[in-house]
């Protein structure tokens, strides 16, 4: 079985510092040894060959630049609609269960970023096949696209604390 500190994750950064995606804490290591990769960050563990004692790195930093074309956009997914509203049903404020078109499918309504919202069982059942302006329920913001290099790279994992600096998350969100 693995060590647990050859499993974790680390935050890869093209040579500009700039986030490129996440790889395990093994792959951060080979890439640090065959010295393709520079430790920024450290955790406290170490691991040990016979000849080499290694920290094992939160944040590398290749040392040749690499270009990366990105995805236009963050894919739409539930768990990414819940990550987005933090959890929270957007009519009521309770826990959301699940997901709700604001305008009903059935009514012309795409399945898109703009127009899914979190909601609780309660308020999903209620509003059914309805607009909001037939309940006179309205939204407190409009639903959006997330964007940003933690949504393009991290989606919907949670951000390690040591990330935050890196990819201009504050850190009052958990992303």
């Known amino acids: 079985m693995p060590a647990p500190a050859t499993t974790a994750a680390t935050l890869l950064l093209n040579a500009t510092y700039e986030p490129l995606c996440v790889v395990s804490s093994r792959r951060a290591i080979v890439l640090v ?5 520079e430790s920024v960050d450290v955790a406290p563990d170490v691991v040990h ?3 080499v004692s290694l920290a094992v790195p939160v944040v590398a930093r290749l040392t ?3 270009r990366v074309p990105y995805p236009a956009s963050v894919p739409l997914s539930r768990r990414a609609v819940f990550t987005r509203d933090a959890q929270t049903c957007v009519y009521c404020g309770s826990s959301a269960t699940s997901i709700d078109h604001v305008v ?6 795409t ?3 703009d127009n899914v919202v979190a909601a ?14 037939e309940l006179g ?5 409009p639903p959006h696209t ?4 933690a949504w393009r790279l991290l989606g919907t994992r949670t951000v390690d604390p040591r990330w935050r600096e890196w990819l201009g998350v504050p850190e009052s969100v958990s992303a």
Do not use: F, I
């Open 146 to 149: 997330p964007s940003g290099a």
């Open 111 to 113: 399945h898109t970023w």
């Open 104 to 109: 009903p499918r059935s009514r012309g309504g």
């Open 137 to 141: 329920w309205k939204l407190p913001h």
């Open 33 to 37: 040894l065959a010295a393709k990769a």
């Open 64 to 66: 040749r630049y690499v």
């Open 49 to 51: 060959s016979e000849s």
């Open 120 to 133: 609780c069982r309660r308020c999903n059942h209620t509003k059914a096949d309805r607009s909001l302006a």
